[in-house]
């Protein structure tokens, strides 16, 4: 014999919690058509409403059952104009109204009276507070004559006066409830709106800040490309240009100036798959490159020497403080300005770069004393430009302009407090 514990549930129970998800998703699924079809139709789901409110209180009743087919066309007067409740609701609590008082002038009492309170919430839903006030307002004025005709009639009532004020109090309070009803539902639709305007500003500002961004990064990567293949470029061109004026004379220098061209095209070529992280699985040596920086100025000034341009460098103070990113920002706009006297000077020239790093900044210097070269046109570069923002991203300044004896002078300063230096780039760029 088992215990209440030890025995089986019953089969039936099994099912329950299945058979009450179900219920709960019909009732959902039903929700949802409802709100569609009221969406998309109002007017023809209002008419069925109105049809069913008709239906429905036109039913016999021992207390509201009155002969007379003017009866039918009251209720019908005051029901079916709820069909338009969403499209004209000052107008049609108007019409109800109306037809109340006609119904009071006769002294008919019918269930189709509650055709009024929906008319008064439909107004406190979709109307102004103003309207709703006055609606309200006539709503109760319907109320207080209804209780003067109580009053004034003893009949069917046992005590006029006590009935008279139990029917005020009841129906005052169910015009309050219409009222206060619709304002609740049209304050509810009114903050959904604007959650939903606010949510709508949000994707606005965050499809801006997400332009900004795309924006910066183009920038960004304009002037790195741009400090890559310009430099590289105008190496290559200088060697070239050498190995042909040194091939008649001297073939080995030729052979040397050519051997360095093709080595400056292979790195100009691995930083760019490195920056642009298109890597290939067969280039390894590439991902253990890092971001150029603060030790690869003096492979950079020997790699301008090579291409025809006696350089300098004189790199004073700890570098270890510096980030990768400030770095970076020293190694491009040195890179920058030797390419530019590649470019824009005549043969002879001489360039010198100094670099004084310390905990709190980073003070460049790059000049020449080169005779500028005629320019073909009048397109203005962007390589001051370029300097300039990668200055200013460190709260930093550039000054650039001809020296008194010839020649051309840039110095930047970089400030790297804490609150202007932005973070530090990434080593190394992976695919």
Not at 132 to 142: P, W
Not at 392 to 402: D, E, F, K, M, R
């Amino acid at each position: 014999m088992t215990t209440a514990e030890e025995a089986p549930a019953a089969p039936g129970r099994r099912f329950l919690p299945a058979a009450r998800g179900l219920r709960d998703l019909a009732a959902l699924i039903g929700r949802l058509r409802v709100r569609v079809l009221t969406e998309r139709y109002p007017t023809t789901v209002d008419l069925a409403f109105a049809l069913l409110i008709l239906t429905l209180t036109s039913l016999p009743h021992h207390r509201f059952q009155q002969p007379g087919t003017w009866v039918w066309v009251l209720q019908a007067a005051l029901v079916l104009p709820l069909t338009f409740r969403r499209r004209a609701p000052y107008a049609v609590f108007g019409v109800t109204a109306l037809v109340a008082f006609v119904q009071w002038l006769t002294s008919q009492a019918m269930p189709a009276d509650i055709a009024v309170l929906l008319a008064l919430y439909t107004v406190a839903a979709h109307c102004p507070r103003r309207r709703t006030l006055m609606a309200f307002g006539v709503a109760e004025l319907g109320v207080v004559m209804l209780l003067v005709r109580v009053m004034t009639s003893s009949v069917g009532f046992a005590d006029p006066m006590e009935s008279g004020f139990r029917l005020m109090l009841m129906l005052s309070g169910t015009v309050t409830a219409a009222a206060v009803l619709g304002l609740n539902v049209r304050a509810r639709r009114t903050q959904l709106k604007a959650l939903h305007e606010r949510a709508r500003e949000l994707e606005r500002q965050r499809d801006q800040q997400s332009a900004l961004a795309v924006a910066e990064e183009r920038s960004r990567i304009a002037r790195e490309m741009h400090d890559i293949v310009t430099h590289n470029l105008s190496v290559m061109v200088a060697l070239a240009d050498g190995a042909v004026y040194a091939n008649p004379l001297a073939p080995e220098k030729a052979t040397a100036a050519m051997r360095q061209s093709a080595t400056t095209g292979r790195q100009a070529l691995t930083e760019m798959r490195r920056f642009l992280g298109v890597l290939r699985a067969d280039e390894p040596d590439a991902l253990r490159h890092p971001q150029p920086g603060l030790g690869q100025l003096a492979a950079l000034t020997e790699q301008v020497r090579a291409a025809g341009l006696p350089t300098t460098l004189s790199l004073t103070g700890e570098t270890d403080e510096i980030s990768p990113a400030a770095q970076l920002t020293v190694y491009r706009i040195v890179q920058e300005c030797l390419t530019n006297t590649l470019k824009h000077t005549a043969p002879g020239a001489r360039a010198q770069v100094r670099v004084d790093c310390s905990a709190s900044a980073v003070a460049l210097e790059v000049r020449n004393d080169g005779r500028p070269l005629p320019r073909a046109s009048d397109h203005v570069g962007q390589g001051l430009a370029g300097m300039r923002e990668r200055a200013a991203a460190y709260g930093g300044s550039l000054t650039a302009g001809p020296l008194a004896g010839g020649g051309w002078r840039v110095a930047v300063t970089l400030d790297l407090g804490p609150d202007l230096a932005p973070d530090p780039a990434p080593e190394e760029i992976t695919p």
